[in-house]
């Protein structure tokens, strides 16, 4: 079954207790990005990677790392965790980095984050 | 900067009626693609339709439509003969052709009413 795979659903953790969300996604898709969604903000693009070893940042990079080694595997690294980035995260992917939107993005069931 | 805008954050609808979800975007570009996705209290993100901006005919997909006018920046959702599963938030979503970054809007939450 083609899908989006994230780990944790939830985690509530503490302030600077460094943590990885993973993400991995079995379509062979070369895009894939990382959201956060928050009430009355609606999602919000955080890094996205074009292929492997490729990646940018989207509009709320700050506090977030990603790596791309493997096309497969997109993880989102949080070093030193903030009450602010307590929300709701999703990863997606998509076919083709060539003509961007024409493709729909599949996405992960998303991830629950509480940082206290 | 591109934004897109969903001005009605909540709706409701009897179940067999129809309901329209606006949204507005602004952008510079002319070639774009513009999405509606549901999200149901399980939280997974559903496409529900899709349009390419250098298409003048407007998508659907069974129950649901959509009114793509360009000049306008409006691109609105049409759900027909509303279904109680239909009660969902809805996204309205915008990326520039030939480009990497996705832009959503605030959502609207529908609760379709028995």
Not at chain 1, 94 to 102: C, E, L, Q
Request: aromatic share 12%; glycine share 6%; with cysteine.
């Amino acid at each position: 079954e083609a899908q989006v795979t994230q780990n944790p659903r939830y985690l509530i953790t503490v302030t600077g207790k460094k943590l990885t969300v993973t993400c991995s996604q079995n379509m062979n898709h070369e895009y894939m990005s990382w959201y956060r969604q928050d009430p009355g903000l609606g999602l919000r693009q955080i890094y996205y990677s074009m292929n492997v070893e490729v990646t940018d940042k989207g509009d709320v990079p700050e506090g977030y790392k990603v790596s791309r080694k493997e096309k497969r595997n997109f993880p989102l690294i949080l070093e030193s965790p903030s009450p602010n980035q307590t929300s709701l995260y999703f990863c997606a992917s998509r076919r083709s980095t060539g003509v961007g939107g024409n493709q729909p993005q599949h996405f992960g069931d998303g991830t629950r984050l509480s940082i206290l | 900067a591109q934004t897109v805008t969903q001005s009605q954050p909540e709706m409701s609808v009897q179940e067999a009626e129809t309901v329209t979800l606006s949204c507005t975007y602004d952008t510079s570009e002319s070639n774009y693609y513009l999405f509606w996705y549901k999200q149901p209290p399980s939280r997974q993100m559903i496409l529900v339709i899709r349009q390419e901006a250098y298409k003048q005919q407007n998508a659907t997909e069974n129950r649901f439509s959509v009114n793509f006018q360009k000049a306008a920046k409006s691109f609105s959702l049409k759900i027909s003969d509303s279904q109680l599963g239909d009660t969902a938030m809805y996204f309205c979503a915008f990326i520039v052709s030939g480009t990497y970054k996705y832009i959503f809007g605030t959502g609207t939450r529908l609760k379709v009413l028995a």
